[in-house]
């Protein structure tokens, strides 16, 4: 093999590995959007609460769990129909959450609940001329308002607050990091290359990586069915955290096309330089 | 255009080689947040009662005394949240649904038997529970001497009430879940019509009178 056709399979292997590292970035760079855009994006929880209804069926199912402390507590079911009120459930559980987004670790604060159950209780036994001992009325409004707040409690997430407080401030280094060594890897293809359209070619083989791991990605969610078997406590919280899975299913096409339009993109202009130097010659 | 599948195939080992490197205890966790298939949260209870007459013949067998007993293969054993039985107090007038469990829905539609107990017919103690303010509301007219009649799709069970007492709900001397005779304790909250959660419970002590024993040696 002649000295310039080794340095010509050299330089085509430094290229491949250079496209496999812009791939590997373009899809570590998407993951970490994705991330950023869903799991640490306190809104995008919030978003999906409501668009799952989350708030209504949160204070219905909390009401319902009431009404089984009226059984035992001496209450009708009616007594807890204006009780719990998704408003109230909307605000602790905000309130909840930005404690949680800024890593740290405060339980829900039941207060307002506290104040609105005791007086629609006090109310309760005056209508009803009900009798009472003070201690076990006391006992009564603390169950209440313990299975409120356990009601919007979140899973693990005093687990995850710390991690959501670490990520939330290292991705946006990882994200401007991996965007700088793609830049300089393109810029690297781009002058290092004679020939424009190895270039593209190049970046279209990047592209194409890039789509072919999301497209895989994308199908497992798709297939798993997003987080439908995730296993769950609460109805409200377990529709919201199928609704958030369907999103991010839904974000992941979208980044899988996006890819695949580029690797075209790509290739059509690979295409084109590839026959003027063709006709050219 | 090989290359981006090898691209590809070169991302996912990666990927999967990052998700092995992860903490076990990690991977654990996330194991034990899905399942292999959705939750089912229905409401809705299973109901396995279907009444049985005083002459319906049940499937027996000889013990070794030489008496009847149930054969174990005729019982269906209640799971969890299953509507099994109805409990019956002509005295105090209670006559409502039986589940295996106490939980939220079965008290919620009648009265539950403590999963940790035995189903009447097993020779242990049968603790059933049930609310001060609705099925067992009755309760506080309990007395001495009056009948308790346990209805099963296995066979009918008479009790007869020994003794009532108010004790702590943590008092575990209340209870002898170990007893080898077989006796049934019913439970509510106390005092009762009053608005309030207390520590107090009603305990109604009942003795067997009338009833078949189930086979023993298979028995679950």
Redesign the interface.
């Known amino acids: 093999m002649s000295k310039k056709q080794t340095k010509k399979n050299i330089r085509n292997v430094v290229f ?1 590995v250079l ?2 590292i812009l ?2 970035f373009l ?1 570590v760079n998407s993951v970490c959007m994705l991330s950023v855009a869903f799991f640490l994006n306190e809104n995008a929880w919030i978003d999906q609460m409501n668009s799952s209804n989350y708030f209504t069926d949160k204070a219905d199912e909390i009401k319902n ?1 009431l ?9 009708p079911p009616e007594f807890f129909e204006n009780v719990v009120d998704p408003i109230q459930v909307a605000n602790d559980t905000q309130t909840y959450m930005d404690a949680y987004f800024n890593g740290r670790t405060a339980g829900v604060d039941g207060t307002a609940f506290k104040r609105k159950f005791s007086s629609e ?1 006090d109310r ?2 005056t209508e009803n001329n ?4 003070d ?6 409004v603390d ?1 209440a308002v313990l299975i409120y707040t356990n009601g919007l409690e979140i899973p ?1 997430f005093y687990k995850l607050s710390e991690l959501f407080a670490e990520l939330k401030g290292v991705m946006p280094f990882v994200i401007a990091g991996l965007g700088a060594g793609m830049a300089a890897i393109v810029l690297v293809l781009f002058f290092c290359n004679k020939w424009k359209h190895r270039t593209f070619k190049y970046y279209c ?2 592209c ?6 999301l497209l ?1 990605v994308s199908i497992y969610m798709s297939v798993a069915g997003g987080l ?5 406590e609460s ?1 409200a919280l ?1 529709d919201t955290a199928v609704s958030f899975g369907t999103s991010i299913s839904i974000a992941l096409w979208i980044l899988t096309a996006f890819f695949l339009i580029i ?1 075209l993109l790509m290739y059509v202009i690979y295409s084109n330089k590839i026959r003027k130097v063709s006709a050219t010659d | 255009m090989i290359l981006p599948i090898i691209f590809c195939l070169g991302i996912l080992l990666i990927t999967f080689s990052v998700i092995a490197l992860t903490p076990d205890s990690i991977k654990s966790a996330a194991g034990t947040v899905f399942s292999a298939a959705e939750k089912d949260y229905s409401s809705l209870y299973e109901n396995i009662f279907v009444p049985v007459n005083e002459s319906d013949v049940v499937d027996t067998v000889k013990n070794e005394k030489g008496e009847p007993v149930i054969k174990a293969e005729a019982v269906k054993y209640p799971s969890y949240g299953v509507q099994f039985g109805e409990v019956i107090i002509k005295g105090c007038g209670i006559d409502c649904p039986l589940f295996m469990g106490d939980g939220d829905i079965a008290l919620s539609n009648g009265a539950g038997v403590y999963y940790g107990s035995f189903i009447p017919g097993y020779g242990g103690t049968t603790l059933i529970a049930g609310h001060n303010n609705t099925y067992f509301n009755g309760l506080k007219k309990a007395e001495r001497g009056q009948e308790i009649i346990i209805r099963t799709s296995y066979g009918n069970y008479k009790y007869k009430i020994r003794e009532t007492a108010v004790k702590d709900a943590l008092d575990t001397s209340s209870y002898d879940l170990s007893a080898d005779n077989e006796n049934l304790i019913l439970y509510t909250c106390y005092p009762f019509d009053e608005v309030g959660v207390s520590s107090k419970r009603l305990f109604v002590y009942a003795d067997l009178i009338d009833g078949m024993a189930i086979e023993k040696n298979t028995a679950e």
Do not use: T
Not at chain 1, 68 to 75: D, H, I, T
């Open positions: 491949c496209s496999f791939a590997l899809f769990k009404v089984f402390l009226g059984n035992a507590g001496g209450l209780l309760y036994i009900a009798k009472y001992d201690n076990n009325k006391e006992y009564l169950n693990l083989y990047s194409a990586g890039a789509f072919l791991s895989a439908k078997n995730i296993v769950l109805r377990y690797a």
